[in-house]
């Protein structure tokens, strides 16, 4: 006797059938499950001290960045709204609070890289 | 002549609307067209949602405080100067210095706190984890406990159809309750009841104020032994005798009660009497597209100040900043908003201390509940300690 088992199948299972073939007949099956089997790894891998550590890294460049961006916009405004300064002009700008905070940081900035060297 | 934006509170929805505003209008403030002001109650800034995680001994709480000014963009002037007095009809805002803040448009952007005091015996008998105060406080608790009961109640504003702060942390601390108990190898001595009251919004003799995880949520309770009751809504605590007892007539005993509180909003909105809502809770009537605040053309709001029916959330308020900021370049350019916000919310929850469930739903639909996951839960503590600093300065 012959016994033939008939499963009904939607047009987008079909689809999906077709497509899952031609990724068996190619080869390309054993690589993609391998893929997989890589991302599952990583993710049992992976524990929330590491997850902490990545997100740390990326808000400090996210930091950096931020405080660049600003700094390079504020800077291109304020050079494009003055005249070039004199000697004496470079000095006068030093008079600024804000401008001697800057100042201030970018010689700790020096430090800080000297220490690592 | 120059037109002044003026930003009310250096909280989440303040800074990102500030910054989102300072993008927005770049080519009008280089034009020295605009001006954005913001003044703030604290020189710091601190990420709410971290406090539920200190109550659980998982961060210390610093990780949550910032500096305000280094979240801000240069071309926003920011002073720290409590706001005291609100007058919308001459433009202004009055600072604690007693300084006036003019403004063409406002932005109240005060949040919500803690009103533990309006329950008789909660503040000296109940704990909560809202505010980071609350949370070290209960965190000592948890750290102690070896056996009886933890009873977590959820109170409701008195205003028909507002949420609590953050809808979903009750279920959200409950689950990381049991974690932590279970961690700490005392959770079989333990009982965790989870209760809530009988109305919640729209939902009526729920566990949820939404249905659909309503429906799903005894089941989830039921799989980590966490007894729940629906139809207590408390009204009074005996810290003497640790008994809590509800509108609907019913006490329970405990031994830590971990309570949603009632919550208002800031005292400046309170004493504004720009607010209807009941009990002097003093949500701002919001219009629920613009975001303005019902009856004055030049007052937005947005966060937990609106009378929407919207989360109380920080994934709430990253969906209604652009709205706002949006609208207000809009009226500077031509005159009238153009941005309509479709009541959206998308958040990670913290289902437990390690499984996090992404939802999304808006005016329409509810959150549909699925289950959570460790990659969840990697995304949410990539939210809570690093992405939110960049959605806060406006950089996503």
């Known amino acids: ?117 | 002549m120059k037109k002044k934006i003026l930003i009310v509170g250096g909280g989440t929805a303040g800074t990102m609307t500030a910054n989102n505003l300072a993008k927005k209008l770049m080519p009008e403030i280089e034009r020295e067209e605009v001006e954005l002001v913001m003044i703030s109650d604290s020189k710091n800034h601190y990420y709410r949602p971290g406090a539920m995680y200190v109550a659980f001994q998982k961060a210390a709480g610093h990780e949550f405080v910032r500096d305000q000014r280094s979240l801000l963009m240069p071309e926003i002037d920011f002073f720290v100067d409590p706001a005291v007095e609100i007058n919308t009809k001459a433009n202004y805002v009055k600072g604690k210095s007693g300084k006036l803040y003019n403004y063409d448009f406002l932005v109240l952007a005060t949040g919500c706190e803690v009103a533990a005091e309006r329950i008789p015996g909660l503040v000296e008998g109940g704990d909560w984890f809202y505010s980071y105060e609350g949370a070290k406080k209960i965190a000592e608790k948890f750290a102690k406990i070896k056996n009886g009961r933890v009873l977590v109640t959820v109170n409701f504003p008195k205003t028909p159809n507002i949420p609590h702060q953050c809808g979903i942390a009750p279920v959200e601390t409950t689950m990381m309750l049991h974690d932590y108990l279970t961690e700490r190898g005392v959770r079989e001595n333990i009982e965790i009841i989870y209760t809530y009251p009988t109305k919640a919004q729209a939902v009526e003799n729920g566990l949820f104020l939404q249905s659909p995880t309503s429906k799903v949520l005894p089941s989830v309770f039921d799989s980590i032994n966490v007894k729940h009751r629906t139809g207590f809504t408390l009204t009074k605590v005996d810290p003497a005798k640790k008994i809590a007892y509800s509108e609907e007539g019913e006490e329970i005993p405990f031994d830590i009660l971990m309570s949603t509180p009632p919550f208002k909003a800031a005292k400046v909105i309170r004493d504004s009497g720009l607010s209807k809502a009941m009990d002097d809770e003093g949500w701002l009537p919001t219009d629920k597209k613009t975001l303005k605040v019902i009856g004055l053309k030049n007052v937005y709001t947005l966060g937990d100040t609106v009378d929407l029916p919207v989360s109380k959330a920080g994934g709430t308020i990253h969906n209604q900043t652009d709205v706002v900021a949006d609208n207000i370049a809009a009226e500077l350019r031509y005159g009238y908003p153009t941005e309509s916000y479709d009541g959206k919310v998308i958040a990670v929850a913290q289902m437990g201390l390690s499984c996090g469930m992404p939802l999304w739903y808006d005016y329409e639909e509810d959150v549909q509940p699925t289950p959570c996951s460790k990659l969840g839960s990697f995304m949410r503590l990539g939210f809570n300690k690093g992405l939110y600093w960049a959605a806060a300065r406006g950089m996503l």
């Open chain 1, 1 to 117: 006797m012959n016994d033939k088992v008939q499963i009904a199948k939607s047009a987008e299972m079909q689809l999906i059938e077709d497509k899952m073939i031609m990724l068996v007949q190619t080869g390309r099956i054993d690589n993609l499950i391998d893929l997989l089997a890589v991302i599952s790894d990583n993710i049992e891998m992976t524990t929330q001290p590491m997850v902490e550590k990545m997100v740390n890294t990326v808000d400090n460049l996210a930091s950096v960045g931020f405080v660049t961006e600003n700094a390079v916009r504020f800077a291109k405004r304020e050079t494009a709204k003055n005249s070039v300064p004199s000697l004496f002009g470079l000095l006068k700008l030093m008079k600024d609070e804000e401008v001697r905070r800057g100042l201030a940081f970018m010689l700790n900035l020096t430090k800080g890289i000297g220490k690592q060297l």
